[in-house]
């Protein structure tokens, strides 16, 4: 019997049954993901639980210009972005690196070796390693004690506002830094060797080898991460703020998720939380959205 | 071989010093770990610095209290089951999902991804998600730590890349032969793809295992629901021993509650430690993959 | 691109929908229930009145009859329950004797929730957008407090209003108030709503909590008790230097303690007091600058707990920190102090005796207003929901626990001889179960096994009886004559649902600003001189919430 070509459309009666696996995904991602954004609409009111969205009165703009005019709203922004920024800055560059020096090891023995143990940090919960970098930054911990030999504060780096974001990110990258680099190891190991044979006959060191031909071929990979990485610049890992902020940092580590978390379930104040929370949504898809484009303008590779 | 230059044996040599030292710094706050919970009680209550080595003469105190503490114990069960349960209903779904959204000319395939995907970019925010929980009837039980967050987006999408690659003819040859598609899917379609599958329970499964924030706020009173890391988070990081009091005698653990804590700490990493050599191949399959969905 | 934003829209308004539905749902639930029950009508109660009590004329009890229903009914109570109090032998309160003899007695069933330690207050707001409050309710105002107040939480539908209901079937607890004018002015709003049942001591007691020193240190370091601020830093300064004490003075996370017992020397309070009936607000007074000064100084040197803004918010120390002599002084409960510290409680040193300390004063002889107040209601207001199936029950099994015979059992439990002993001079004392318990159980352990941990009418002699002379001396320091407490605010003063609001609006931020620039004061990290942060806090509004309070006040003076 002939092979029909693949039709147009689905004989629907024939593959009902695909749409039927949907079902439970759709729903879940309806339940759980596209009502919330509907109950979105309490930002504009002033929510009363025992009232309902329907019940409740409708303020408008008022909680977000209370925002707005918060004297909080500048340094939220300002660490949201600055905590963001900082981690993309070091977290990238480190982990590309750490493939490149890796990439150069000769022996595989040696090369498995660091690559296994770097991935360990990966697997610890948040939890655990927001209690060791607790105990390593307070008063006399290890690594307190070390920066206050070098001049730094004698009383700990944890409730330093000052440190508090060198911690966080250290820490991220201490976690993430063997994980992150699997994807580059793996388009290095992609990259034709003969390259850099005729590079090499060509009279290029090891350095120019680098840029002319490895971080090429890395560009869309790393292209592609960076766009992944901002969709959650504005949500900057808020639960990991949580488990180490305290009022002592709160100037530099207060995000606008941790903030929304403080006065939303903490506070009861449900309309401002959510409108704050929306107001960050916004942004990091605005944000997004123009990276990608950006993406799509200077180079061949974008999200969409 | 080329002959190395100078060069070349000198940047090696760099390198390699280098990635030790990072070796280094990779395991010694494990270390610490480990030797900390099996240090003496009240040496280790004394120091401040970093341990090297199990101050004093190692003791298994720590751990035995750990073990006859019930709370723990029951967490560590919470843990399991939460674990469990929902990776398996998160594989589930991503499979159907990832199956579904992998067959070629699929009406509305466009959409539904575009619908899915979308939620990675945008979403309600805390309170309205809460919100929804609660309308549910699911604060307090186990389903409000199973079922939201059990679905990722990034594993159905790596699914579906590999159910994509799959040669049509082993399809085409079991739909001539009048398989449905949950046939197909079951007998054709799963057993070719015992390595992404792997990926996908293991990505869940970590996932699970650590997470925390949803059952903190989803679960505030009901302490026997509670997992592993909420009780950890009590623990480690809110100073809270109390809840280390129970199973131990009256004043037992008054010294050693730092020794407690890091053996807690341990108990918690352990499993992940013990599995990990074996899934380690599929982990670095899993992201590899994943970075090709590009 | 146009077909996919048409296709977006119609999703928008397919969530939008999904979650109006889910919003009506709420609703409806709630509708049936936020009819205010304000305005009770007797002869309703005693249609759908289950209960089997006798009553007089009008309906009203004299007494609580038990049991108090023929057929068990269960309710759910939310109420804090420390796990070091219930150690290992308790899941929660059910397992207390008290409670269960209560059960037998009233034929009342509880079904205790008990919230997670360090999510109490994530529980408590929880209760309210849950849907689902339980019957009776622990609540504790601030903290544990509707956010817009009682009487917003009357109004809104949540508790329910028990100005009728109590007359009715509390005759214990309105024959105490009533007994009363202080009780009387203390246990209602501003507008006479009654909207719980306040916990109120058998008597007044005195205040129970205050600063501690180790009198052994002082004793290695040769120095008398410290009275001044001055004293203390010397005494500090020796701990740390002679004895090298790692933080010899601990203060709570906020860089305060709980009553201002560092502030009040200096003629400030932590937040809001008053002077005379004029409201003021602590961190805006030039005292608050001088307590600035002191402490930054005493951390630059050392003689505070270097990390003592990452401790645990409730402001006591670990048992690690106190029993390894890592802290020379702090301020705690009185029964904390004493020296049964070794071994018994896993103390590491043989000389261990802690004892209480009067408030730091500037010059000796100066008179403090702010401690630990004496108290004779407690902070603690026990409500009724408003959407119980129970309400009169409810009050019943509460107002049981304010008869003569309920409240003995809640202070004594069942155990004559055990769980509680009589004196020679006729009153009643714990027992040995309680004091010495054979099983090894701390007193607080048993104390919560073998009668109530905290009664609603308790008989706190029993407390004071079983203190040791070193814990009952530290009480009577803090209460001193020159030790007042005259300028603490009413306990029930109230504000209107709209002052509540603009009230949370300001200090939302306020709180957060005083909390980390307090902090980072002290740590010496802070951007912003003292007279900066005062005039910051006036333009975030401060003089308009003491304005608040100010009309508070004078709705309470009022009553």
Known sequence: ?304 | MNKRTTGEKVFAVINTILLCLLTLIFVVPILHVIFASISDPLLLSANKGLILWPLGTPTLEGYRLVFINATIIRSYLNTILYVVSATGIGVILSCFAAYALSRKNLAGSGLITFIIAFTMLFNGGLIPTYMVVRSLGMLETRWAIIIPNCVSVFNIMIMRTSFASIPDGLEEAARIDGAGHFRILFSIILPVSKAILAVVVLFYAIQHWNSWFHTAIYVTSRRELHPLQIVLREIVLQNSTSVLEVGAEPGELNLARMLVRYAVIMVSIIPMMIIYPFVQKYFVTGVMIGSIKG | MKKQLKLVALLLVVMMLVALMAGCNNNDNQESSSEPSSAVDSGDDLEGDDSNQDGDADGALTEITLPIVDETVTLKYWVIQSASNLGSSMKDYGDSEAYIELENRTNVHIEWINPVAGTEKESFNLLFSSGDMPDIIATAAPTYMYSAGPEAAVQDGYFLDVTELAKQYAPNYMALINSSEQLTKDTVTDNGIRWGFTSIYQEPRLGNWGPAIRQDFLDAVGMDMPITYDDWYEVLTAFKNELGIEAPLYIDNEGLSLYSDWLAGFGVGKAFYQVDGTVKYGPVEDGFGEYIETMSKWYAEGLIDQSFSIREPMGMPSDDMVLNDKIGAAALFATWCGNEYYPSRGAVNPDFMLVGASLPVKNEGDVTHLRAPDEWTRDTVTVVSATSEYPEIAVQWIDYQFSEEGAFLMSYGVREGESYVIDADGTPAFGPLVLNNPDGLTQSEARTLYTSFTPLHEDYNRLMKARSEVQLGAMYTWTQETSLNDWQLPLSLTMTADENKQYAVIMGDITTYVQETVVNMIMGTASVTFDEFRSQLDNMGIQDAIAIYQQAMDRYSQR
Not at chain 1, 72 to 89: E, P
Not at chain 1, 150 to 169: A, T
Not at chain 1, 201 to 217: C, E, S, W
Not at chain 1, 270 to 297: E, G, P, Q, T
Request: with cysteine; aromatic share 14%; proline share 3%.
């Open chain 1, 1 to 304: 019997m002939v092979m029909t070509k693949s039709k147009r459309k689905f004989n629907f009666k024939q593959n009902a049954a695909v749409y039927v696996m949907l079902i439970p995904v759709l729903a879940y991602y309806i339940i759980f993901h596209y009502a919330p954004m509907g109950g979105l609409v309490m930002a504009f009111q002033n929510y009363r639980p025992n009232l309902g969205l329907l019940g409740s009165d409708w303020v408008g703009l008022d909680n977000f210009s209370r925002f707005f005019s918060s004297i909080y709203f500048g340094r939220l922004l300002r660490n949201t972005l600055l905590i963001s920024v900082k981690d993309i800055l070091v977290s990238f560059p480190a982990a590309i690196i750490f493939a490149l020096l890796l990439n150069e090891v000769r022996s595989k023995y040696f090369k498995k070796t660091v690559q296994t143990i770097s991935y360990l940090p990966y697997f610890i919960s948040m939890v655990v390693i927001c209690g060791l970098v607790m105990d390593f930054t307070e008063a006399g911990g290890a690594i307190s004690n070390v920066v206050a030999a070098l001049g730094g504060p004698s009383d700990g780096l944890i409730s330093n506002p000052k440190y508090f974001q060198s911690v966080f990110i250290g820490s991220n990258v201490w976690q993430n830094l063997g994980y992150s680099s699997i994807i580059y190891l793996s388009a290095l190991s992609a990259i034709d060797q003969e390259q850099y044979e005729s590079a090499r006959m060509d009279g290029a060191g090891r350095f120019k080898q680098t840029i002319y031909i490895t971080l090429p071929a890395l560009a869309t990979t790393i292209t592609v991460m960076l766009l992944l990485r901002m969709g959650h610049l504005m949500t900057v890992n808020y639960q990991k703020v949580i488990l180490l902020y305290s009022p002592a940092t709160y100037e530099t580590a207060d995000v606008i998720s941790s903030y929304v978390y403080r006065i939303g379930l903490l506070g009861q104040d449900y309309s401002y939380a959510a409108s704050v929370d929306f107001f960050n949504s916004v942004i990091n898809l605005s944000i997004l959205c123009v990276a990608n484009w950006a993406s799509r303008k200077y180079s061949e590779t974008s999200l969409w």
